[in-house]
């Protein structure tokens, strides 16, 4: 009899454990200027291992905060050709879905396969972003339609490009996300599974090869095996966290991300502050 109450004790301290384990982080209001994040440091992270992008999530009283860093350059030119859909579905709504569309580039599309090579990719994006200027938005509360990308209020997003990487950047109005009946409970409790869609690109023809599509070769010009991880000279891969020892993905990996649609699922709980 007396491992019953020890019994009821252990459940006690493991169920508020296991309902919390998935909470993003807390970010205080003020940390947010001029309509976006300025520092992502202290946000939640998870990283995709498949597509090489890292998730940036957070919460606050008001806004839900998400940023999508690619550095794969295989999902950079699918982000710009073919572009990109984040879903939500609350835990307890599950019968409706709110999405953010960031349409193709159509503009550029007969630049990219099967000709393209990698030097030519920070012009692609470059040009990407300077006529990349909205996105589409269904299913939310008040928000939904064409929406401009970069307006510092509400529901919105931007995109942001370097060398290496393309950022997404997303802000949601809690508002937004859930009915008024259920803002009055506790929405740490309610759990969000986001997925983002990335198209597939058409399988091309393999004769006309580009540095994506390419079988890997040694400087003879011999075929040569990878380890996973690696690269097709046999270096880098990405650590857990997102950062490229080598932003280029095997080409046998670039071939399977350019010509597989991928759908990367999340599920997480929102903070509260202490």
């Excluded at 929406?147 to 509400?154: A, M, R, V």
């Excluded at 000279?233 to 950062?243: A, E, N, P, Q």
């Amino acid at each position: 009899m007396k491992k019953f109450p020890f019994l009821i004790l252990c459940l006690i301290l493991i169920i508020p454990i296991k309902a919390q384990k998935n909470s993003i982080k807390w970010v205080p209001s003020e940390s947010v200027n001029m309509g976006f994040p300025q520092d992502y440091s202290g946000f939640s992270r998870y990283f995709d291992r498949k597509t090489g992008i890292t998730f940036f999530l957070a919460n606050d009283d008001k806004n839900l905060y998400i940023k999508l860093e690619a550095v794969n350059e295989a999902i950079q030119m699918k982000l710009i050709q073919l572009g990109m859909v984040l879903e939500f579905q609350l835990s307890d709504h599950t019968e409706n879905i709110a999405r953010i569309d960031f349409p193709p580039d159509a503009q550029s599309k007969n630049e990219v396969l099967p000709s393209v090579q990698r030097s030519d990719i920070a012009k692609l994006k470059q040009s990407h972003l300077w006529r990349a200027n909205q996105f589409f938005t269904e299913g939310f509360q008040r928000s939904n339609g064409q929406l401009t990308l970069g307006k510092p209020e509400g529901l919105r997003a931007r995109i942001s490009v370097d060398s290496m990487k393309m950022n997404y950047e997303v802000i949601i109005p809690l508002v937004e996300l859930v009915s008024e009946k259920l803002r009055k409970k506790d929405l740490s409790r309610l759990e969000i599974l986001m997925t983002a869609t990335i198209d597939a690109f058409p399988q091309p023809n393999r004769a006309r090869a580009n540095d994506f599509t390419r079988p890997a070769t040694d400087r003879f010009g011999n075929p040569i095996s990878r380890r996973p991880g690696t690269d097709r000279f046999g270096h880098g891969g990405m650590d857990m966290m997102g950062t490229a020892g080598n932003r280029f993905a095997p080409v046998n990996e670039s071939y399977d991300l350019l010509f597989r649609r991928q759908s990367i699922k999340r599920n997480f709980r929102l903070s509260h502050s202490d």
